[in-house]
């Protein structure tokens, strides 16, 4: 069965960075796109992030453009999210998610979600 | 960036009632809108996708239609596993957007 599990999560301060990861499995991680999608405490879903199947293309939110980096290795069935100059806004569960786009252009849906992982950008 | 508008907020409902849970785009996605559940404390689940079309294993008493710019989720008969918070989401034009969320709670 398909699982994606984040981590890295944690307390960090305000211009500080932090990497997450999600770990896949139970299927073909190289095959399919992936995203990441933030919930900030109490409020409604954002999405953030998208990398191609084959890492070839990737695409941010404006309010992460610039700060965020989004990457996978297919080898390890890993992705990543590299978070540098964090703000308190970033305060938020981090998803991982499948996109059911196989092998061609990302479909934009989530299909798994992983069970997120939280951060806390706070001094 | 395409606004959704979803409407009402909160939905008080008993078992055995029909929900109907609206999604207004702010203009045009064509039919590509999606629909998750999510219960607390848990991630989201996909119901719904391109607007009418249900996922593998989500049962029937879950049916998306559209109108236009409208889009409905409506479940027939609430079952007490449906209480939870209800998303839209759009794909039709970049960045992808999701609604504000209703709550549906047992009345």
């Known amino acids: 069965q398909v699982q994606l599990v984040e981590s890295g999560g944690g307390v960090v301060q305000p211009g500080r960075s932090l990497r997450l990861s999600c770990a896949a499995s139970?299927?073909?991680?190289?095959?399919?796109?992936m995203h990441w999608v933030r919930q900030a405490p109490g409020k409604g879903l954002e999405w953030v992030a998208l990398?191609?199947?084959?890492?070839?293309?990737?695409y941010y939110g404006d309010s992460v453009k610039g700060r965020f980096t989004i990457s996978r290795d297919n080898s390890k069935n890993m992705m990543y999210l590299q978070m540098n100059s964090l703000r308190a806004e970033d305060t938020a569960v981090y998803y991982c998610?499948?996109?059911?786009?196989?092998?061609?252009?990302?479909?934009?849906?989530?299909?798994?979600w992983g069970q997120g992982t939280l951060v806390t950008v706070s001094s | 960036e395409i606004v959704l508008t979803q409407s009402p907020a909160t939905l008080s409902l008993s078992p055995g009632e029909r929900a109907t849970l609206s999604c207004r785009a702010s203009?045009?996605?064509?039919?590509?809108l999606a629909w998750y559940q999510q219960k607390p404390g848990q991630a989201p689940r996909l119901l719904i996708y391109?607007?009418?079309n249900r996922v593998t294993g989500i049962p029937a008493r879950f049916s998306g239609s559209e109108s236009g710019t409208d889009f409905t989720l409506t479940i027939s008969s609430l079952e007490p596993e449906d209480f939870a918070v209800y998303y839209c989401?759009?794909?039709?034009?970049?960045?992808?957007?999701f609604g504000q969320g209703t709550r549906l709670e047992i009345k």
């Open positions: 998610a499948r996109d059911p786009g196989v092998e061609g252009a990302p479909l934009v849906v989530f299909d798994y």
């Open positions: 990398i191609w199947y084959d890492g070839s293309y990737t």
């Open positions: 139970g299927f073909t991680f190289s095959n399919f796109g």
């Open positions: 391109d607007a009418s």
């Open positions: 203009q045009s996605v064509s039919s590509f």
């Open positions: 989401q759009q794909r039709s034009n970049w960045p992808p957007t």
